[in-house]
């Protein structure tokens, strides 16, 4: 059964920085992609960024490009996502999501089926 455990997430003043985990279980896929995503209340799912399996290509959205970065650590089948230089509309639900198997394509634009349960990021002074 595949698993997304997220976590990380906290309260985090104007400024500073989280390191965001994506700990992945239960899949034997060798060309994958996966995801990071947030969503604001009131506001619609946004993806991040994105990273592929096969290459270790990685992809981030306009607004967020400069501020994240999205590495892995293979041995722990985690993924990471650092967000640097928080601002107050960084605040949102932020999940992971599983996509596989994939052809790759560029960009981060595969559907994804599996979802971890989210991790909340407040920045708040």
């Known amino acids: 059964q595949v698993q997304l455990v997220e976590s990380g997430g906290g309260l985090v003043q104007p400024g500073g920085s989280l390191r965001l985990s994506c700990a992945v279980s239960?899949?034997?896929?060798?060309?994958?992609?996966i995801g990071w995503f947030r969503q604001a209340p009131g506001k619609e799912r946004e993806g991040v960024s994105c990273?592929?399996?096969?290459?270790?290509?990685?992809y981030y959205a306009d607004s967020v490009k400069g501020r994240f970065a999205i590495s892995r650590d293979n041995a722990k089948n985690t993924v990471y996502l650092q967000i640097y230089s928080l601002k107050p509309e960084d605040t949102a639900v932020y999940y992971c999501?599983?996509?596989?198997?994939?052809?790759?394509?560029?960009?981060?634009?595969?559907?994804?089926?599996?979802w971890g349960q989210g991790t909340q990021v407040t920045v708040s002074s």
């Open positions: 999501a599983l996509a596989g198997p994939i052809a790759t394509m560029g960009g981060c634009g595969y559907e994804y089926e599996y």
């Open positions: 990273i592929i399996s096969s290459d270790g290509s990685t």
């Open positions: 239960g899949f034997t896929l060798d060309y994958y992609a």
